[in-house]
């Protein structure tokens, strides 16, 4: 699964003592098996454990933020 971002702001929640971190300046969600790869667009690469995520919400963006919520739990939903 792949989602494209327009400088966008993602939060993810982490299954453990409900704790979120945010990623400023995202583009690219890539997700393939159990990794996470959080790209951001000033070059910086964040690799997570898809096991350990309970859910990733786009906080803040450059566009239409309905539309990309929308996409991304479509396309989070239909991997499961």
Do not use: C, P
């Not at 690219?28 to 990733?56: C, R």
Request: a neutral charge.
């Amino acid at each position: 699964m792949k989602a494209i971002f327009s400088n966008s702001t993602i939060k993810v929640w982490f299954k453990t003592l409900s704790t979120s971190r945010n990623f400023y300046n995202t583009t690219e969600i890539i997700q393939e098996g159990n990794a996470v790869l959080i790209k951001i667009s000033n070059g910086d690469q964040h690799l997570l454990n898809f096991e350990n995520v309970n859910m990733i919400e786009e906080i803040d963006t450059d566009s239409n933020i309905g539309k990309k919520m929308m996409e991304l739990k479509e396309k989070f939903k239909n991997n499961y």
